[in-house]
């Protein structure tokens, strides 16, 4: 017997002030360093929106966008004599 696959679901929004500590990348302050980078991508995307003073993400929109820079892993190189973080 086979199961089927269960493709975990987000919550259905968040502000980045109260990041989920379960969705990538897992803390408010590193949230804030992929909304900088990514700022256009995440707002092509609907993934997010500012409501009053807040960044609001939008957690399908979220995920669709993160499956889309799965395409970009196969480039990614790690130097060999890269240290780990502590």
Partial sequence: MT???VKPTLAHSWTLENWPS???PNDTERAR???RMHK???LAA???ARVGRQLVFFGANYQR???TKR????NFKIAP???AAA
């Fill in 81 to 83: 004599n890269r240290q």
């Fill in 46 to 48: 609907g993934a997010i």
């Fill in 71 to 74: 395409a970009d892993v196969p």
């Fill in 3 to 5: 199961r089927a696959a």
């Fill in 22 to 24: 379960d969705v990538f």
């Fill in 33 to 35: 360093y992929v909304v």
């Fill in 65 to 67: 966008w993160m499956e």
């Fill in 40 to 42: 256009a991508e995440l």
